[in-house]
């Protein structure tokens, strides 16, 4: 069955880093667009970032752009997340998953970014 197993999160100060790894399983991982979302309690799902599946193009939500990176090693089946400059906004739960228009239905337990001094 699919799974998705994310880490990496932490608790950072404003302008610090942290980099998300998101080891995927179940499917054939490099023939889907891939996809990072976040979510904070109360509001709806928030795509942050897409990576096509030979990871030459990339998009961002506009909120993240010039800050996050997103990369993807089809090798071992994980995507991953750079995230620089972080602000408290960008405390949420980061997920992983397939194609934004069309993820999957399973989701993994997702991992805590929380920003704050």
């Known amino acids: 069955q699919v799974q998705f197993v994310e880490s990496g999160g932490g608790l950072v100060q404003p302008g610090g880093s942290l980099r998300l790894s998101c080891v995927a399983s179940g499917f054939i991982f490099r023939n889907y667009v891939m996809s990072w979302f976040r979510q904070v309690p109360g509001k709806e799902r928030e795509l942050v970032a897409a990576?096509?599946?030979?990871?030459?193009?990339?998009s961002y939500g506009i909120p993240v752009q010039d800050r996050f990176t997103v990369s993807r090693n089809n090798g071992n089946n994980t995507l991953y997340l750079e995230m620089n400059r972080l602000k408290p906004e960008d405390t949420a739960v980061y997920y992983c998953n397939g194609p934004p228009e069309k993820p999957f239905d399973s989701w993994g337990q997702g991992t805590q970014v929380t920003v704050s001094s």
């Open positions: 990576i096509s599946s030979a990871g030459g193009t990339v």
